[in-house]
């Protein structure tokens, strides 16, 4: 411990607690026994450590204790300390619904494995020992089947490790029958020899267990191999910083997917002091841990104290409670570090005037909530009441919403020992309240250590609902009460100050009066900004007073915790007068291209955003024109809501090297708002399209569209309207940029920089910039809180000057894809001396630009015509159920507003049958969909137009030639009698070790009635109990999931029905499944046993080719892979059934045919699952991931196995995998496909624990 540490010392308390002196009302001060509490401080061990220290403070014991908090537990006399000090380890953990505890066993002096009973609360000591030697300090992990254990001896505060004192793990499986834990079979083996301060460990995605120490001044680790068990030698983190005080600790957090964290602290006195945290990617050698960063730094900002969690669903956000070594009042004493992305932030739990100590957090997953635990000062009323003291106090919680961290002086006792100190809270590693985690209706557990009396002390919350008891608000509404003139056609909307249950938000607890008539409206609710929607089925009456509320109490509105709103909500607000109403004239806040552009692609769409909700009737090709000189170019335009954006889609590719003028047109004939404002003037812009074939280089300047800072000081506050953008690490500190590169679709970026000037604030480090993927954000409303991920850097700035211009390369390959859209970049740093740039608002002499170089036209690439490769109902069909939709499939993606009701009709003779037509990109699928039934016994033509005015892929080629096709309806009461079949389940037939977790499937040959499709129809049983479970069907591919309502039981057989007949699943039209289709599973055994290997044949697999790009080989009998032409390999396996399960080895199986390759073909992870077997082609290939294997040299009609990167298929269990393979080669390889048979079909082999 450091001496600097804020305690206030009761002196003359301590004396006279210590000579036995009499105070207030005759009571001894001296110590005494109460019930079977014992105090086995002697006196004259007390006077020995105040003579030392002269920081004791003797607790005072009382013959009652009426302001106890929590639980008294059993005794931990013999040993010390049990709960560990410095927070980094954990000493619980919940399984098969119980909570279990590694506790002292007084009887044995062991450490035995306790089981808590929630009902007497209660431990319940198994007999199961977890370590003899007293005096040792423990971490748990259980990791779903298998109880890890390490124990070593401690040394004190601020003494080096000693060596010869092994530091040891145990492993134990679990029979979930007994409840009981076994020791495994050589489980005792040695981490390291040291007795050390603290010690922790995690298991990565490959099996292998983790372990960190300090040791030597030296921050030190240790892994096992994958059997999880056998430790290798102990070695030092690779990086400088990792050199250390003696006074400093570690710890490890499994995160990622697929990496191993770890943290430390570093005191040595200089401005490098921080905690810091490197990480190791699952697989890589064990020495390979990326270069430290700083999630604080600076003298005083770091502690010895520690502990991590994961927020599993979210990728890479880590949380840390630390305590830090300010002394001054307001400066935080124990923060909450949070990671997202690359980011590090630092929010204060308590300041040093609160006097916290010994921190804990948790993540409780079901109210989304961050609870963290620590020592504070006891309550009044208490024996020591408020005294700040190392030597302990009592554990309270603060929490706070994991999405806008921010906790207060607010705080909850937990546990309060009301004559002792109590101290050194811990809890589990797992998240709280999570099925992922096996923690599903945990509640919350903690466990301390009065260390007086030598007791547990714990806190049981069953209903774990803790955290978040804070009833939701209306933050604000729209009209706004006592609002005047609001349009007749006005939503009514409520904004929450928090998530809500979206249950709750209905017609029912949202409405809307006239006087005491109710208006007829749907309510929706949205989790994008928490507001409530309530849209009238019918124009409000005009000049009308409305009053909305919004329900309070036990029947209305709740958060996402089931607070309840407070008090109602009511507002009011008159409607305009008829012909009243809103009469600002709308303007365009925007234009792509923007006003002078060079170097445009003859490909663009040119657009223009409105500041207001347009009336979509009157953008139209009349009032939103292009021209060359005084020629109108043919176009279509729409308009879309989402963003106020009407698109001017040329009929044909604009002209190279030409000057274009767009005009959006003003006044009676123009465009107009919904509330009937006209544009005051025309807007006019000018741009000029790129050369043809690229001609000279261009060179294109862009200004920022948007441009903003966010600081983890202020994290809800928003910076747009600032003249400076703000980088740095104390507080941290990221700008924000947006370029609008839409015109430069099919460009080729030669050189790009980015030019920024400094502002009055330079800098001595580095910033880098960094791609952002999601460019939803805005000027006006990004806040730290509410700030996208960085990603890659492409480029560096620094060090750097006041008031200076800097012009920064970037990585041409960073930039390629962005062309053609939106391109936002990020700026962090790792220094924290600020480097404070000018805005966009500080005029555009001094604006962030980008400097492009590009070459190409735009007007290459794809010249193919779109094709249609299928309809539904075929072309002379018979007997087609007269309430079919009509359906055109293409060949490749197309422009969807094309796709209309005039560009696909449906004619019965010469009379256009009234249908709405939708297109889904999802299989590039145009749906027509008569308004009513088709007529009996007709004769239907459906055509989907060609040509200028037909439909037109996204590259804007045009369908040849116009597809016509014919169908007849059934007679009256006839039409398709063909009863459905299921052609496939999962788990598959006589499926093994499958996940309790799993949901069961079937796949129907054609398209079902949903309707019919319900938990009477698909059942699931054990023996003759049916399994309770929700049923759900989706018309995508025809799958009826049924999905148990618990986990199903380990090592049991199920058997699954469709129910066939009258009272079965039927087609949509009306055809029952002939025979009930039945078939059988078994789940894995409880904790997995064994492990388990299971072979997958592919569900599909099929090859593309770029020499034909439009052709699908799915019923081809081989797989190419070859650079020349280009053909990329396509498989998927079907996981869905192994959720829960962990993958201990991959091995992907494959047979050459009769061509084999010198070269080396790479298998890699495709994220785009919903490519089909008979659907893809080149044009239509999705993109190639990670590589996770190679395969080469290969010969001819020879059996292959491959290895697969284990790490790499982390989070692919419980769905479908994909597959891609290419190559480098020019020599194709052929591989034997599923369509040659099941014996060369590839396979996927995993063995699973």
């Not at 000693?162 to 530091?167: A, D, G, K, V, W």
């Amino acid at each position: 411990m450091k001496i600097n540490r804020p305690v206030k010392w009761l002196s003359q308390a301590l004396v006279l607690s210590t000579l036995g002196v009499r105070r207030g009302g005759g009571r001894s001060a001296g110590l005494r026994l109460r019930g079977s509490r014992k105090l086995r401080l002697p006196a004259l061990l007390t006077a020995l450590l105040l003579a030392l220290c002269g920081v004791l403070v003797v607790p005072v014991t009382a013959s009652a204790a009426p302001g106890d908090v929590g639980v008294e537990g059993p005794s931990h006399s013999g040993t010390g300390t049990p709960t560990g000090t410095k927070r980094a380890e954990s000493a619980l953990w919940f399984n098969d619904g119980l909570w279990w505890g590694n506790l002292w066993d007084t009887a044995s002096s062991d450490f035995h494995i306790f089981r808590f009973n929630a009902a007497t609360s209660s431990w319940v000591n198994t007999g199961v020992a977890t370590e003899t030697r007293a005096n040792t300090h423990h971490d748990v992990l259980w990791d779903g089947t298998t109880l890890y254990v390490a124990s070593h001896q401690f040394v004190n505060d601020g003494l080096p490790a000693e060596p010869n004192f092994p530091t040891l793990m145990r492993r134990y499986s679990y029979n979930s029958s007994t409840k009981t834990y076994s020791l495994l079979a050589q489980s005792s083996t040695i981490i390291n020899n040291y007795k050390v301060e603290t010690l922790t460990i995690d298991k990565d995605s490959t099996g292998r267990v983790w372990a960190t120490w300090q040791q030597g001044n030296r921050i030190y680790l240790n892994v096992t191999g994958t059997d999880g068990k056998t430790w290798g030698t102990p070695f030092q983190h690779p990086a400088s910083l990792s050199n250390v005080s003696v006074d400093d600790t570690s710890a490890l957090i499994a995160f990622g997917p697929g990496k191993m964290g770890l943290m430390w602290s570093r005191q040595v006195g200089g401005s490098t002091d921080g905690m810091y945290w490197s990480y190791h990617v699952d697989g890589a050698s064990n020495t390979a841990w990326t270069t430290p960063v700083a999630a604080v730094s600076g003298q005083g900002s770091s502690d010895d104290h520690m502990n991590l969690k994961w927020l599993d669903s979210s990728g890479d956000r880590v949380f840390a409670a630390i305590k830090t070594s300010f002394t001054s009042a307001p400066q935080p004493l124990i923060q909450l570090l949070a990671l997202s992305g690359t980011t590090w932030s630092a929010h204060q739990i308590a300041p040093v005037s609160e006097c916290p100590n010994r921190v804990i957090v948790l993540i409780d997953e079901s109210t989304q909530r961050l609870r963290t635990f620590a020592t504070y000062p006891k309550p009044s009323g208490t024996t020591n009441a408020g005294v700040c003291t190392s030597s302990g106090g009592a554990i309270y919680e603060k929490s706070s919403p994991l999405n806008n961290i921010s906790f207060t002086t607010a705080k909850t006792a937990r546990i309060v020992d009301a004559d002792q100190y109590v101290h050194n809270v811990t809890s589990t590693k797992q998240n709280l309240n999570s099925a992922a985690w096996g923690t599903a209706n945990s509640g919350l557990l903690v466990l301390a250590d009065v260390n007086a009396t030598s007791r547990y002390w714990h806190y049981h919350d069953p209903s774990g609902g803790g955290g978040d008891t804070t009833a939701p608000t209306v933050t604000g509404t729209s009209p706004t009460d006592g609002a005047t003139g609001v349009a007749v056609t006005a939503n009514v909307t409520g904004t929450f100050s928090e998530a809500m249950n979206a249950s709750t938000v209905t017609s029912s607890t949202f409405t809307l009066k006239a006087g005491t008539t109710t208006v007829p409206a749907a309510v929706t609710y949205s989790s994008t900004g928490n507001v409530a929607t309530l849209n009238p089925t019918a124009d409000l009456t005009a000049n009308t007073t409305y009053t909305a509320t919004i329900e309070s109490g036990p029947t209305g509105v709740k958060d996402v915790a089931g607070n309840a709103l407070a008090t109602d909500k009511t507002w009011t607000f008159t409607t305009a007068p008829a012909g009243g109403g809103d009469t600002t004239p709308p303007t365009v806040t925007g234009t792509s291209p923007t006003d002078g552009a060079t170097g445009v692609a003859v490909t663009a769409n040119v657009t223009g955003t409105f500041s207001e909700a347009m009336d979509a009737s009157t953008v139209t090709s009349s009032t939103f024109t292009l021209k060359a000189g005084t020629t109108t170019v043919p176009a279509a335009v729409t308009y879309s809501s989402t963003g106020n954006v009407a698109t001017l889609n040329p009929t044909a590719d604009l002209t190279a090297n030409t000057t274009y003028t767009a005009t959006i047109e003003s006044g009676p004939t123009g465009v107009k708002d919904v509330a009937g404002n006209a544009l005051a003037t025309d807007k006019t812009w000018t741009f000029t399209t790129a050369s043809a074939g690229g001609g000279t280089p261009e060179t294109v300047t862009l200004t920022a569209t948007a441009d903003s800072y966010v600081t983890s000081a202020a994290p809800g506050t928003n910076n747009g309207t600032s003249t400076l953008l703000g980088v740095d690490n104390s507080p941290v500190e990221i700008t924000y940029l947006k370029f609008d590169l839409s015109a430069y679709a099919g460009r080729t970026i030669q050189s790009a920089t980015l030019q920024l000037r400094s502002a009055g604030s330079g800098s001595t480090g580095t910033q880098n910039i960094k791609l952002v993927a999601d460019d939803s954000w805005t000027e006006t409303g990004i806040t730290y809180s509410l700030r996208p991920a960085l990603g890659t850097s492409i480029g560096t700035l620094g060090p750097t000057t006041t008031n200076t211009n800097y012009n920064i390369p970037l990585t041409v390959s960073g930039l390629t894809g962005e062309l053609g859209q939106q391109l936002s970049l990020g700026m962090d740093t790792t220094s924290g001396d600020g480097l404070d740039l000018n805005s966009k608002e500080a005029g555009s002499t001094f604006a962030p630009k980008l400097v492009l170089t590009l070459s190409g036209s735009g007007g290459g690439g794809d010249t193919t015509a779109p094709t249609v490769t299928g309809t539904s109902p075929t072309d002379g069909a018979t007997g087609v159920a007269v309430t079919a939709n009509v359906t055109g499939t293409f060949s490749e993606a197309m422009n969807a507003s094309t796709v209309t009701s005039s560009t696909f009709t449906l004619k019965a003779g010469t009379t256009t049958v009234p249908a709405a037509v939708t297109y889904s990109s999802t299989g590039n699928v145009a749906t027509l969909n008569p308004t009513a039934d088709l007529t009996a016994n007709t004769t239907y033509t459906a055509t989907i137009e060609s040509g200028p005015t037909g439909v037109k892929d996204v590259a804007g080629n045009a369908l040849a030639t116009d597809k016509t096709w014919t169908f007849t309806t059934a007679p009256a009461g006839g039409g398709d009698t063909t009863p459905p079949t299921v052609t496939g389940t999962s788990p598959t037939d006589g499926a093994t070790g499958v996940a309790v977790t799993a949901n069961v499937t079937g796949t129907f040959s054609e398209a079902m009635d949903a309707s019919t499709v319900t938990s009477s129809t698909f059942t699931l049983k054990a023996g003759t109990t049916t399994v309770p479970a929700a049923v759900t069907y989706s018309s995508t591919g025809n799958v009826a999931t049924l999905n148990p309502t618990a986990d199903l039981t380990a090592n049991t057989t199920y058997t699954a029905t469709i129910e066939s007949g009258p009272t079965g699943v039927k087609d949509v039209a009306g055809n029952a499944l002939a025979t009930d289709k039945t078939w059988t599973f078994t789940t894995a055994s409880a904790g997995g046993g064994t492990p388990e290997t299971v072979t997958l044949t592919a569900t599909a697999d099929s090859y593309v080719t770029s020499a034909a790009p439009g052709t699908n080989n799915g019923t081809s009998t081989l797989l190419g892979v070859d650079n020349s032409p280009v053909e990329i390999t396509y498989l998927k396996f079907d996981l869905s059934a192994y959720a829960g399960r962990t993958i201990q080895s991959a091995t992907l199986q494959l047979r050459s045919a009769g061509s084999g390759s010198t070269g080396t073909q790479n298998i890699k992870l495709v994220a785009d699952d919903s490519w089909t077997e008979t659907g893809i082609t080149y044009s239509l290939r999705p993109a190639l991931g990670t590589s996770i294997g190679t395969l080469g040299p290969t010969t001819t009609n020879t059996n292959y196995n491959i290895p697969l990167t284990v790490s790499g298929l982390t989070g692919e269990l419980g769905q479908q995998l994909s597959l891609g393979m290419d190559t480098t080669s020019g020599d194709g390889l052929d591989l034997n496909s599923k369509e040659t048979g099941s014996t060369f079909a590839p396979k996927l082999i995993l063995t699973l624990s």
